[in-house]
């Protein structure tokens, strides 16, 4: 089944050791999200990419990096995690047309990745 | 902000009852989707409704756009203790990003 996986589902890192989480999709779609959700909050869109296009969030801290070596996977890395970065962090992907830009289609999740800091 | 704020935050029901959320937004809109979350799980989409649509329906959620009002109502008929979820409505304008809303949180007792 066509679908969008992360891995690890639950990753635990130092206060200040770099992380890195991946995203795959099968879907074949063109955007790629990331986003942040602490407890009880609203996801909150960090950066997306439009094919290799790299779309920052004006209020997305520094610390947080992307990369997008082909269609199929992204990475989200963190440089110095704080206690504050500690979040569930969710990727995302949707067909887009130029018609309907960003928000024509509906968005895929993945399961997400618990992200711990200690 | 876009942002579509959810109403009410928690909603507790019997199985068999129906649950009604709510979401309202400040500017017009393409379109408006909602979106379920199970407990540290990722969204799943339910309905998509354009800003031209006034009603749309799939199997056992209703969901109207009143774009007057800016507001938006997804309804659960015959709940179940499967529908035990954070609900949230996405609003987005033309040519830009989703912006979720804070969640619905629907506990279905059995």
């Known amino acids: 089944d066509a679908m969008v996986i992360q891995n690890p589902r639950y990753q635990v890192t130092q206060f200040g050791k770099p992380v890195t989480l991946s995203c795959s999709q099968t879907?074949?779609?063109?955007?790629m999200y990331w986003y942040q959700q602490k407890s009880s909050q609203a996801p909150k869109l960090l950066f997306h990419y439009y094919d290799k296009d790299f779309n920052n969030e004006a209020d997305t801290p520094d610390n947080f990096q992307s990369r997008r070596p082909n269609t199929s996977f992204c990475f989200l890395d963190i440089r110095s995690p704080g206690l504050g970065d500690a979040a569930m962090y969710l990727c995302a992907t949707s067909r887009d047309s130029r018609g309907q830009g960003l928000v024509g289609y509906e968005q895929y999740f993945g399961p997400g990745t618990r992200l711990t800091v200690t | 902000s876009q942002q579509g704020e959810e109403d009410p935050q928690a909603l507790s029901i019997q199985e068999g009852e129906n649950a009604t959320m709510n979401c309202s937004y400040k500017?017009?809109?393409?379109?408006l989707q909602w979106y379920r979350q199970n407990s540290g799980r990722g969204l799943v989409h339910l309905i998509l409704i354009r800003s031209n649509e006034r009603e749309k329906h799939s199997g056992r959620l209703r969901v109207t756009l009143d774009t007057s009002k800016k507001s938006s109502s997804l309804l659960i008929t015959a709940s179940r203790a499967a529908d035990t979820a954070s609900y949230f409505c996405a609003t987005g304008e033309e040519y830009s990003t989703l912006t979720f809303g804070k969640g619905t949180m629907l506990l279905v007792s059995p």
């Open positions: 500017t017009s809109i393409n379109n």
């Open positions: 879907l074949n779609h063109n955007v």
